[in-house]
């Protein structure tokens, strides 16, 4: 038997046990401060609300029955296993989340589950595997794009959509000329990743592996 | 995250019929700003209403020359439009301005004018702040206010409205399209859509209860140089300390908004008249009766320089 998965699946139970001890301490606390907006007071909801969701996951069909409140990067790492998307930040501030949802990226930690209905959603693990690297991977790990890895699922699903949204002719702030097709510069990269953060700073190898794959598809 | 139940609402007005049926209700569509303040219990909505079903996605031409823009347009999509791109720069350049690729495809143009504030003790739930629970106090006058408003603020709130997109509209005499639980339709002058802070700064719009923003139109384009910038601490990602809207013509006349200055975005029409005259006299007019904290008065200084750059540009 490999200790190390023995090893893994310890930890994983500590880390949930944790999550639910967590849950309780919340559910426990005072009523929090309402945001008012004028409106008339809420009527807390006591008890978690359970909906049903169905979408794709790298060509697999899903159905599932989630907490309402449960993110679509919490359905896909706590609930399909997909573990290549990471929780960094939690708030959309990182991009280590990244996933590609019917061809455009976007933080799966700040869209619901239940809210991707029908949805196409393709994760890091859907772009390529081990033995068939996708040929933005290949590129990160000729060019060094990373160094702790964390962020490197999210910096990947977020530069394949970069070439897409370039190929598109979406403009970006670094976009000189508003009416004119934008161009595949430095510039243009690493505005566009700028929604990935890499506490490595792999930033200048990250932007030679998207311009090596850009290159080669062009 | 609160509890909360969830539903998709199938038609504009039975979104809005729905909102009023629970107290308390929230729309949700790209969901990017208000998850973030679920998540701190900052907002904390018994109920969900899903409104992306509502087909309020497309850019339409008006009968008078001017686009209709759903509230559902993504600001991806919104920036990318080619009618957007050609006529009316300074909206596709304020958005793409703000947020982050990702952002700024789940993001919608209702959505960007009603994300909140970014100010830090709105955040921290451990502080005082009369947006987040009226009546607590501010704990940003005397605070950490560098980000914070320079004009317009009050002894309950200094907050600055976050939004690149809106300070666009706001040049552009956008009108804010929307539908009421009743049913009736009605158009909101953008420049009457954000109110400021007064003694209750937890009311930031004209919205009633339940009321749902249908659309975001466009006046027919006004030609003349389009420029949008913005001054920030990093070069990307990051919200404004000052941003400067401009649509500025030959004759040297023009528009200008201001971004990060104030509980809303900060347009002074009369002030206008002091372009043709240079940065100088137009801030002077734009600013005049600005109560900065200490820690921000650098935005006076800065709002006028980055005016003067505007102006520059617009001529070279």
Known sequence: MDPLADLDMTRRGLLMGTAATVALTVGSLPMPARAATGEPAPQPVASPVTATVSFTVNGTAHDLALDTRTTLLDALREHLHLTGPKKGCDHGQCGACTVIVDGRRINSCLSLAVMHQGDRITTIEGLGTPDKLHPMQAAFVKHDGYQCGYCTPGQICSAVAVLKEIEDGIPSHATADLTARPRLTADELRERMSGNICRCGAYSNIVDAITEVAGREA | ?316
Not at chain 2, 170 to 182: C, I, K, M, Q, S
């Open chain 2, 1 to 316: 995250m609160r509890p909360f139940s969830y539903e998709r609402a199938r038609t504009p007005a039975d979104a809005a019929a729905a909102a009023a049926r629970t107290p308390g209700a929230k729309f949700i569509a790209g969901g990017t700003n208000l998850l973030d303040l679920m998540k701190l219990e900052i907002e904390t909505p018994p109920h969900l209403i899903d409104v992306n079903g509502l087909s309020l996605d497309t850019v339409a031409p008006t009968p008078d020359g001017g686009l209709r823009i759903g509230a559902l347009v993504r600001n991806t999509d919104l920036a990318a439009d080619d009618r957007v791109r050609r006529d009316y720069g300074l909206l596709s350049r304020a958005l793409l301005a703000g947020a982050s690729g990702q952002l700024r495809n789940k993001a919608t143009t209702a959505g960007n004018l009603l994300q909140r504030t970014r100010c830090p003790y709105f955040y921290d739930t451990a502080q005082p702040c009369n947006k987040r629970q009226p009546g607590s106090g501010c704990a940003a006058i005397g605070g950490f206010s560098r980000q914070l408003a320079v004009i317009g603020g009050s002894e309950a709130c200094i907050a600055t409205h976050p939004s690149d997109m809106a300070v666009a509209m706001r040049a552009l005499d956008a009108t804010v399209e929307t539908v009421r639980p009743d049913g009736a339709t009605r158009g909101i002058p953008i420049a009457e859509f954000h109110r400021l802070p007064g003694d209750t700064p937890h009311i930031e719009t004209a919205l009633e209860p339940g009321e749902l923003i249908t659309a975001v139109t466009l006046p027919k384009p006004l030609g003349g140089r389009h420029i949008y910038r913005k001054v920030r601490d990093r070069a990307s990602y990051a919200f404004a300390l000052v941003a400067v809207g401009a649509i500025l013509q030959p004759d040297g006349s023009g528009r200008v908004a201001l971004g990060g200055v104030a509980h809303k975005p900060w347009r002074v029409e009369a002030a206008e008249a002091e372009l043709p005259r240079g940065a100088k006299a137009a801030a002077a007019a734009l600013l005049a009766g600005a109560k900065p904290t200490p820690e921000n008065a650098f935005k006076l200084p800065l709002v006028e320089r980055t005016l003067a750059a505007v102006l520059a540009q617009a001529k070279g």
